[in-house]
């Protein structure tokens, strides 16, 4: 569904992405971990076309994608940011709608904010509340909603475990869980490895912008090197 | 109703028209101008030189004026909005702009340069400044709560989560300042067929800054809030015309007195509505207990 062949990217002089090359099939949950600084946040804003690749190519259903970030949501993937960026002095309900800002079904539209309502009940009592006064795990939750209003196809998914309670992580991974049962595609973006891994049908590790291991999260689950470096195994 | 009193209301409307259409750039799309003025005064002698010269309908005039700004803010707004200047930049080049209006205006032939023209005649009336007012507030209020006034505000909240959901943030921009420079072309057709005369010292950057002054004030993000704003800005100076020249250090206070215990503005980013009236005498009455 989304390839990434060979794809570099830069910052100036600071090359972020070595060749890195990466499928994710339809339908799959695939975790990207890695710790600071591996280059997954770069992976992630490049996918959204808020970057532009030194070199490679990102296929999407067989297409390349559009150089202008805007139009990347069209085409069916949304990235959900690092820290949410949610529209501060939004409410919840204005926040939900502005994902689907393409979308003109109105109906449908209507029948999806019920349904992220059902996904995370504690929203549909924030309706009305601005946006900038919720806890992080209520932003997390609707940044998620946001994206999820627009329908993709694949939802990219950038540290939504950032900053969260260990209670909220539990319930933002089950929720991860319940939004690929329904058929949409996800790329997880994670330093909470064990977790991530534990989801995911796939995953690779980045490291200083170099896929270290590949594998499906059980194998790097089971992997020495993973173990030592980010599940804190000791051997 | 007295001249003197009418006279303040009617200047006091002809800002607000030009300030909605700023606080619809500026607000919602949070990019400075610093040279609205120009807007305003492209607006003023587009009108009066067809009224003028020309005998043309006055309400054409105004139409004219209108569109001849929006045209100047489309080839304003292109350049300079295309290659993406942050904020600031952004509004160095307003303050440009504002600046070599004013300059092409004391030197063209038709504008009859610092001499200004005299004489023009006068048909705006307050009932007709009203109903400029009333259409323009409309407008934008309008725009606001459709779904191309939240994708503005989601572009000044955070331009690039907006982008990422979609929205142009060029478009958005540009269409905001389109429409924000005809409301300025607008109030500068009604200032000049108010006053009857123009001339280019007018309109400099103290009139733009008096313009974002008011958005500031009134709350970016809101619409009641800039047009109370610019309502209280033009009559203050006027109600303290006994102080002389003290009453531009009142201005200058009240000012700063809004930047310090209001800096989010009157408004902030709410608008004036029933429950709001009531939630604030609610807080007033609390208060008085307490």
């Known amino acids: 569904m ?51 690749p030194a070199s490679g190519e990102i296929l999407f259903e067989g297409k390349a994608l559009p150089k202008e970030a805007y139009k990347i949501l069209g085409c069916g993937i949304c990235l959900v940011p690092e820290r949410r960026r949610l529209y501060a002095n939004l409410t919840v309900r204005e926040n939900l709608l502005m994902g689907a800002y393409l979308r003109k079904d109105k109906a449908g539209i209507a029948a999806d904010l019920e349904r992220m309502y059902d996904l995370f009940p504690i929203m549909r009592e924030r309706v009305k509340q601005y946006a900038g006064t919720l806890s992080g795990g209520e932003q997390q939750m609707v940044a998620i909603a946001r994206g999820l209003m627009s329908r993709p196809k694949i939802l990219l998914l950038d540290e939504p475990s950032l900053g969260l309670a260990p209670i909220m992580v539990q319930t933002m991974f089950k929720a991860i869980k319940d939004i690929n049962a329904e058929g949409v595609t996800v790329l997880l973006a994670e330093q909470n490895a064990f977790q991530a891994l534990d989801m995911a049908d796939e995953a690779f590790v980045l490291e200083t912008g170099h896929v270290l291991v590949a594998g499906t999260g059980k194998e790097l689950l089971d992997n020495p090197l993973v173990q030592k470096a980010y599940l804190g195994v000791k051997h | 109703m007295s001249q003197y009193f009418s006279g303040i209301l009617s200047l006091g409307l002809i800002y607000v028209i030009a300030t909605v259409g700023l606080a619809i750039f500026t607000g919602f799309t949070g990019l400075f101008s610093l040279g609205h003025a120009a807007f305003f005064a492209i607006g003023a002698y587009t009108a009066a030189i067809l009224t003028y010269f020309y005998g043309v309908n006055f309400y054409l005039a105004l139409l004219a004026a209108a569109a001849a700004s929006g045209l100047v803010g489309l080839l304003i707004g ?107 072309g607008i109030a500068g057709g009604l200032f000049a067929h108010y006053f009857c005369f123009i001339q280019p010292s007018m309109f400099t950057s103290y009139m733009s800054t008096q313009f974002t002054a008011a958005v500031v004030a009134g709350g970016m993000g809101s619409i009641s809030g800039p047009v109370m704003a610019a309502l209280i800005f033009i009559s203050v100076p006027e109600i303290l015309r006994i102080a002389n020249i003290w009453r531009l250090v009142a201005y200058g206070l009240l000012l700063v007195l809004i930047m310090i215990f209001r800096p989010q503005g009157l408004m902030g980013y709410r608008e004036i509505s029933f429950a709001f009236v009531k939630n604030f005498l609610g807080r007033l009455g609390k208060g008085g207990k307490a």
């Not at chain 1, 830069?10 to 060749?19: F, N, T």
């Not at chain 2, 952004?90 to 001499?115: C, K, S």
């Open chain 1, 2 to 52: 989304l390839s990434i062949r060979n794809l570099n990217v830069k910052y100036g002089e600071i090359h972020a992405l070595h060749d890195i090359s990466v499928e994710v099939g339809q339908g799959r949950v695939v975790a990207v971990v890695g710790a600071n600084g591996a280059g997954k946040t770069t992976l992630m804003t490049t996918l959204a076309g808020l970057l532009s």
């Open chain 2, 78 to 184: 292109y350049p300079t909005l295309k290659a993406k200047l942050r904020t600031d930049y952004f509004a160095i080049a307003t303050l440009g702009f504002g600046e070599a209006t004013r300059v092409l205006l004391e030197n063209l032939p038709i504008t009859q340069g610092a001499r200004g023209l005299p004489g023009i005649a006068n048909y705006t009336s307050l009932p007709v400044i009203l109903a400029v007012a009333a259409v323009v507030i409309w407008i934008a209020w309008n725009f606001t709560h459709s779904r191309h006034g939240r994708a503005a505000i989601a572009i000044r909240e955070d331009f690039v989560a907006a982008e990422m959901m979609g929205v142009n943030i060029f478009l958005g921009r540009l269409r905001s300042l389109i429409f924000s420079a005809a409301c300025g």
